[in-house]
């Protein structure tokens, strides 16, 4: 693709948890149309390092950067490192999100902080830190969320409860940001085959889900990753508050 029919030419992203899943799929992509990407990983630094060859070895520009994103300090120094390298920011991707199912009686203080510490607390911390650094222009933030808030299957109350949580700050951000030229939307994937949702041991569950998807298999990263680039491009120039579930037309 020549670089004048790019989307994101000139334009600076972060993508939390990008060094595996769906995170590495959407820094690949958005790095394809042209951004310069940050990529932001907790503790998989040859993932990270990985994701970056991939892009600068294809000519894209993009960097490692750790980062606990549910600590304040680190996303400080997260945002505070893309300006240093790249200069500006105009794309944010929340993505960094953990996923383990308990039923209501197993549910401990620890498993409840660990999941709304990054999956609610990270996306109010990053997005603070991005409102920081947004230019004149505004900017794009893509939440990824699940298609569980919509299902809510059992055993998953707590992560239902966190990504229920993400799309009513999504709505609540577009609303609060929309005059400084910042859209807030959300993804929603359906069961998507990644490291996570593997070492988790539930692609097996997943294939069954295949039987109940119209489309009829189970998602790929690929699949999310293109969706957010549309929202973080100016093909959706006027969509804010909004929620894709892209899921093969998986709904229960
Ligand atoms: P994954 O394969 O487990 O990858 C998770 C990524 O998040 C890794 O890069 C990991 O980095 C990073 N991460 C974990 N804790 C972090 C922290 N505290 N700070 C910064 N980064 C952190 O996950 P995935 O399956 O791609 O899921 C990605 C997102 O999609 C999550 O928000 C998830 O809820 C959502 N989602 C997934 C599915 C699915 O079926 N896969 C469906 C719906 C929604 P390290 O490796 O360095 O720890």
Redesign the pocket.
Known sequence: MSSNTKKLTGKVAVV?????????SIARHLAAEGASVVV??????E??DRVVAEITGKGGRAVAV??????KS?VERLFAETKKTFGALDILV??????VGVPVGQITEEHFRRHFN??VL?VILATQEALKYFGPEGGSIVN?????STLSPAGMGV?NAT?SAVDGLTRTFAKELGPRKIRVNSV??????????R?AG?IEQ?QAYAALTPLGR??Q?DD?ASAVVFFASADSVWITGESLCVCGGFHG
């Open positions: 939390t948890g990008a060094s595996k899943g769906i995170g590495a932001n990983y907790a503790s998989s630094r993932g990270a750790q980062g606990d994103v549910a600590q680190d929340n993505n960094a999100g953990i996923y990054l999956n990270g990824i969320s699940s298609v569980v992560y990504k929603s994937p359906g069961p998507v085959e990644t490291e996570g949702t070492a539930v997943f189970i998602g990263p999310i």
